[in-house]
């Protein structure tokens, strides 16, 4: 039988994904690759929603495709390529938007948010109809499951609707997907607020670890981490989030137990862990930033993976626009 296939998209909005990014959502990519038809994009028109300026937009964008084959994204193993590198998205996400209820993209909270933060007068339409091309990403790749954290829950919930619609409308056209929790994923938190999330947006750089940082800048902001007062290191995520999210990031990284590393660090201090930590990042981003760097010294090379990337997926993409245009009468 054919294997479920998965799409996924990451923005390019950054010079380095951080930690949170690659434990909470691209390391679950990797092993995807292996029991999935995997998809996966870098979403870069997503990413002119609030603004940007186009030469570090490409820049962000082949960083971005180049660290995610140097975690581990294999293109003969899944498809990678560059969302704006396949017109359909935008094709596709038009007829999806003439289906959409005004009222109905109104409620998606995270335009509520950002919206609310920019100023309504200031966020673009194209950050109001974000999740329509979306639902373009996925349905045009007919996912049977699309890996989703929980504030991503609601765009796949409208997505699912959007499909549901048009085939109750047209026919059916397009595989109604389903959100693919990843069991105990990963949440990672701010290390100067470690009750809120690290976030490239509203966390300060104190409080995030990029993967292309260097490792001793790194290893500073682990000794600067907040804390408890306390001295026992435990797993307690209500009381001692700060100790729950530094053991989170090593048991991830070393592919240990929490319980094994509760044990091993009974009867020692947060600075011994805080230590071994910074040492365990040090290992784990060593050789992602010197394959990172490997990839973006042959530009011709990555150019020629993103190009081959998107030849496969414009084979599927195509494919489906043209039934839906058929199907919509034109
Ligand atoms: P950011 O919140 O830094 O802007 P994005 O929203 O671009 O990051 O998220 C990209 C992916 O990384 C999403 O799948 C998201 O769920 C995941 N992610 C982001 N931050 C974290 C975090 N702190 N812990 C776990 N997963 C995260
Ligand atoms: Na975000």
Same mark, same amino acid.
């Given at each position: 039988?054919?294997?479920?296939?998965?799409?996924?998209?990451?923005q390019?909005t950054?010079?380095?994904?951080?930690?949170?990014?690659?434990?909470?959502?691209?390391?679950?990519?990797?092993?995807?690759?292996?029991?999935?038809?995997?998809?996966?994009?870098?979403v870069d028109l997503h990413a002119i929603t609030a603004g940007h300026?186009?030469?570090?937009l490409?820049?962000?964008?082949?960083?971005?495709?180049?660290?995610?084959?140097?975690?581990?994204?294999?293109?003969?193993?899944?498809?990678?390529?560059?969302q704006s590198?396949?017109?359909?998205h935008p094709?596709?996400a038009w007829?999806?938007s003439?289906?959409?209820?005004?009222?109905?993209a109104?409620?998606m909270?995270q335009f509520?948010?950002k919206s609310?933060?920019q100023?309504?007068?200031r966020a673009s339409v194209g950050l109001f109809t974000y999740p329509i091309l979306q639902?373009a990403?996925?349905?045009?790749?007919?996912?049977?499951?699309?890996?989703?954290?929980?504030?991503?829950?609601?765009?796949?919930?409208?997505?699912?609707?959007?499909?549901?619609?048009?085939?109750?409308?047209?026919?059916?056209?397009?595989?109604?997907?389903?959100?693919?929790?990843?069991?105990?994923?990963?949440?990672?938190?701010? /290390?100067? &607020?470690? !009750?809120?999330?690290?976030?490239?947006?509203?966390?300060?750089?104190? $409080?995030?670890? +990029? =993967?292309?940082? *260097?490792?001793?800048?790194?290893?500073?902001?682990?000794?600067?981490?907040?804390?408890?007062?306390?001295?026992?290191?435990?797993?307690?995520?209500?009381?001692?989030?700060?100790?729950?999210?530094?053991?989170?990031?090593?048991?991830? /990284?070393? &592919?240990? !137990?929490?319980?094994?590393?509760?044990?091993?660090?009974?009867?020692? $201090?947060?600075? +011994? =862990?805080?230590? *071994?930590?910074?040492?365990?990042?040090?290992?784990?981003?060593?050789?992602?930033?010197?394959?990172?760097?490997?990839?973006?010294?042959?530009?011709?090379?990555?150019?020629?993976?993103?190009?081959?990337?998107?030849?496969?997926?414009?084979?599927?993409?195509?494919?489906?626009?043209?039934?839906?245009?058929?199907?919509?009468?034109?």
């Amino acid at each position: 039988a054919a294997r479920p296939r998965v799409l996924s998209g990451i923005q390019p909005t950054a010079d380095s994904f951080h930690l949170g990014n690659y434990l909470g959502a691209v390391r679950y990519w990797v092993t995807l690759q292996d029991t999935h038809d995997a998809f996966y994009c870098v979403v870069d028109l997503h990413a002119i929603t609030a603004g940007h300026d186009p030469r570090v937009l490409r820049r962000r964008t082949r960083i971005a495709a180049a660290q995610l084959l140097a975690v581990g994204l294999d293109p003969e193993r899944c498809t990678l390529f560059v969302q704006s590198q396949v017109p359909e998205h935008p094709q596709l996400a038009w007829v999806l938007s003439c289906l959409t209820g005004f009222g109905e993209a109104s409620r998606m909270t995270q335009f509520k948010d950002k919206s609310t933060r920019q100023g309504a007068d200031r966020a673009s339409v194209g950050l109001f109809t974000y999740p329509i091309l979306q639902a373009a990403d996925i349905l045009l790749y007919q996912a049977d499951a699309v890996p989703v954290g929980e504030d991503q829950r609601q765009h796949l919930e409208l997505t699912r609707d959007l499909a549901q619609r048009f085939n109750g409308l047209f026919g059916r056209t397009f595989t109604v997907p389903a959100p693919h929790i990843v069991k105990d994923t990963a949440k990672i938190t701010d /290390l100067q &607020d470690p !009750t809120a999330k690290m976030s490239k947006s509203a966390s300060s750089p104190a $409080g995030i670890i +990029d =993967l292309l940082e *260097d490792p001793a800048r790194s290893a500073k902001k682990i000794r600067s981490a907040v804390t408890d007062t306390g001295r026992e290191i435990i797993f307690d995520q209500a009381n001692k989030p700060g100790i729950a999210n530094l053991l989170t990031i090593y048991s991830a /990284l070393a &592919d240990r !137990t929490v319980d094994d590393l509760v044990e091993t660090y009974a009867g020692k $201090g947060y600075g +011994d =862990l805080k230590k *071994d930590l910074a040492e365990v990042v040090r290992e784990f981003v060593g050789p992602v930033q010197e394959r990172t760097r490997t990839y973006l010294d042959d530009p011709a090379q990555l150019d020629k993976l993103l190009t081959i990337g998107a030849e496969k997926a414009r084979a599927v993409a195509a494919a489906t626009l043209r039934t839906t245009y058929d199907r919509v009468g034109f």
